[in-house]
């Protein structure tokens, strides 16, 4: 099969060996190269890259990069083979590992997170603008009507696809691409984000996370779910502390 992953990262790290990994230097507009495949080159908003996050990437990938199926992963978080090795280079998914997978499907998609006590229209919103939503919810009704149902379902569940890892045919992955960025790029001419914080201002990345169980939804779209592996240590106690206290905030 011929499969390429992106890799976005902004900076040298640690990548896996197989060859259907492509490491891709995301915001790099402006900036000295790393080594790596840039996100600047041919069409591309790599300028975006504040507010767009690793998206700056997978829009240069839908653009410019030819290969059958395309993914995208994060150089701290990759698609596991669910090994029990300490090494982590060990439990990044190898290409013959996923090519038995993607016989099954045409989608993978990671685990889901499970908020247990929050939708995730809550969740987001105790993290960041209900605006957000809100405005994204209007373009759907005024653009694509169809995927309000599916919409409104969605941001009642406690759970959800996140860390827009994916991994997709090509002709699925052009549709959602088309579809996504569509929603994205009037979502950014309607909000007023002059005012947010630099983590808020990640807002189109944000949203789009909560977009791919939309689009999976409303098109019916068989999928499977696989593991994922972050590769730096996670301080669980302190995102359980900033999750309830958040909540309690409001």
């Known amino acids: 099969m011929d ?21 891709v ?24 890259n504040a507010n767009y996050c690793e998206l700056t990437g997978l829009y240069w990938a839908w653009k410019n990069l030819d290969a059958e199926y395309i993914g995208l992963a994060h150089y701290r978080r990759h698609f596991s083979n669910r090994s029990k090795s300490g090494d982590k280079t060990r439990r990044v998914i190898t290409k ?69 890892m ?13 579809w996504m960025f569509d929603v994205l790029f009037e979502l950014e001419n309607r909000l007023d984000i002059s005012s947010y914080n630099k983590n808020d201002s990640r807002v189109f990345g944000f949203v789009s996370e909560r977009l791919l169980d939309i689009w999976i939804q409303t098109n019916n779209v068989d999928y499977m779910n696989t593991s994922y592996i972050f590769m730096e240590k996670q301080n669980w106690l302190k995102k359980g502390s900033s999750f309830l206290m958040r909540k309690l905030k409001g």
């Open 3 to 23: 499969i390429k992953i992106i890799v976005a990262t902004h900076k040298k790290y640690w990548m896996p060996s197989d060859s259907m990994y492509l490491p």
């Open 25 to 48: 230097h995301v915001g790099a507009k402006g900036k000295e190269s790393i080594g790596y495949q840039r996100d600047d080159e041919g069409d591309n908003i790599s300028e975006k």
């Open 96 to 164: 013959g590992e996923l090519e038995e997978k993607l016989k099954k499907t045409d989608v993978l998609l990671p685990t889901p997170r499970n908020y247990w006590i929050e939708s995730n229209y809550s969740q987001y919103v105790h993290a960041h603008h209900a605006i957000d939503l809100d405005t994204t919810k209007q373009i759907l009704e005024e653009k694509y009507p169809e995927y309000v149902k599916a919409w409104d379902e969605c941001m009642k569940k406690t759970s959800g696809h996140r860390f827009n």
């Open 166 to 178: 994916f991994i997709m045919k090509r002709d699925k992955f052009d549709a959602y691409c088309k």
